[in-house]
């Protein structure tokens, strides 16, 4: 089973208790296929999310995994690596993380490494000198059964109790079916990705569109004639007229790359990449009749973006625009991290030559990277109607991005603050009472804004235990990956946020004239951070003069 010259992954995923042997098999996995020649990549996800304190959007390390493990991935495939082993204990019971982080999958094999207690705890035991040894032993069988019970059925079960590392590797490798042809076709290592023929998105299948296919552009002919396109220019075409441009080069050309997203056989979507030879990117979606409404444009237009971030460095932004009435797909752009920067009025001819206002909408590279797309659905709910309402909509969205910008201001002016002390200036704390070191207003200062944004704003279920915030010591470099943590994920909670809408859930005891709006509540946030920055300055100070 070959790698195809695919733009996808194959992946292969080891999971298994600690103890097992994950580590070791995937390194001898590794090693055979480079004495076979095959060209792959090999990624231990146990360590993507070394860091404490875990960030507090994803105390039990998920996040960080993905995200760190979707840069990893992302590079691999730029260079042109098209098989990925990845070790991680929960790897098979979390396929859908894996497949987020590392875009176009063509295959998964996922494998669960098995052993019986004693055979584990040797192990263990030979390998740990640490402290961790106890805790290991301790909840080795309970993961082992919890790994067993959530495993799905696609996941190959193997009992190496008696097995050497080589012959486990072995039997691993015989599941991928790597070495069993040639790697001629595998993608030329330290070239560019190339678009994939077939892509796997959940349970759609994404084909790439070219002029010479004749089954894909009577495909497409199909899918474009079958469907009304009322916020498209020229609504439903002909077949003839849909043959021509195809024909033309309109969705393959330089620059220019389509998919076409078929599920259960049945293609449901339509989506061109443009100008992916320019610094920003365009994008064009269309979905059929009868399969709107269902989430299906979400997860088109994420993994588009992600695609097109993640196959071309040179592109910074991807951009979109549609008529302003457009509700649905407004919508979309929201849920997948898309700001609304501009209203075109009077610009987008309808079927009858009126011209309607149109809106555009953008992501940037920045965003994507650090993890801030795909978040809850857009607090940007545009409605139907004369320009006015897609005025009033670009005002929320300007208004949104003032309010976020002047709380990250203050924000970043205390983490720089910090960032310029040792651990023992950050961690002092005055003779006074009320008082509080530099390190601690940052950790209260992350709790809270995140406290505002996302359980008051947003109705989240956020933990927090603000006492301890302000009894916090920790050195300077962990107290920054806290800040980093939070201002990526302050900034999602204030792009899913309408400044005019009343809080999710209105704290008692307060003001009426704030917290009666989501604005209301984010100029709280910044008073509360300038309020903590001038304390630091003067904690600061107080300290270096002594």
Known sequence: MGTTSSGGFELLLLGGRAGVGKTSVAAEVSLLLREAGVTHCHIEGDVLDAAQPKPPEGPDGSGMTE?????????????????????????????????????????????????????VQARLSSRERGSELPAYLARGPAMAQALDNEAGADVHRLDVSNSSVREAAERVLDLTGWLLGPDDDVEPVHEPARFSEDVVLDEAVLS???????????AVAEFLTGSDWPFHTGGRPTRDEVVARVRSGHYDADGTAT?????????????????????????????????????????????????????????LRVEATTRHDNTAMRHVLGRCGYVQESLYRASWPDADGTLLDAVGYAVIRQDWEAGLLGGPAAADTPSPGPALSAWTSTVAG?????????????????????????????????????ANSVVALLVHSCGMARRWSSTVNLGGDLPRDR????????????????????????????????????????????EDYWTGSCRGV?????????????????????????
């Open 467 to 510: 006492d301890a915030e302000f009894t916090a010591r920790m050195p300077v470099a962990d107290a920054l990956r806290l800040a980093a943590a939070t201002r990526a994920a302050f900034a999602l909670d204030v792009r899913a946020t309408d400044p005019a809408a009343v809080p999710a859930a209105v704290p008692l005891g307060r």
């Open 522 to 546: 984010l100029l709280h946030v910044l008073q509360e951070l300038r309020q903590h920055l001038g304390q630091a300055e003067i904690t600061r100070d107080e300290r270096a003069a002594r």
């Open 398 to 434: 300007s208004e949104r991005e003032l309010l976020l910008r002047s709380c990250l201001d203050a924000f970043d002016e205390l983490v720089s603050l910090v960032s310029a002390m040792d651990d023992a200036s950050a961690n002092w704390r005055p003779d006074r009472p009320g």
């Open 259 to 315: 998919f076409l997203v078929r599920e259960s056989g049945r293609a449901v979507a339509l989506v061109r990449l443009s100008d992916l030879d320019d610094d920003t990117a365009m994008f064009d979606l269309r979905v059929a009749d009868a399969e709107r409404s269902r989430g299906l444009g979400t997860r088109v237009v994420r993994w588009s973006t992600g695609h097109v971030f993640s196959t071309h460095p040179s592109v």
């Open 208 to 218: 790439l569109v070219g002029r010479d296919d004749e089954a894909a552009v009577a």
């Open 67 to 119: 995200r760190n493990l979707r840069s990893l991935a992302g590079e691999y495939r730029r260079l042109g690596y098209r098989r990925l082993v990845y070790v991680n204990t929960v790897s098979v019971v979390e396929p859908d993380l894996v497949r987020r982080a590392v875009g176009e999958v063509r295959s998964t094999v996922s494998v669960l490494l098995e052993a019986d207690n004693p055979t």
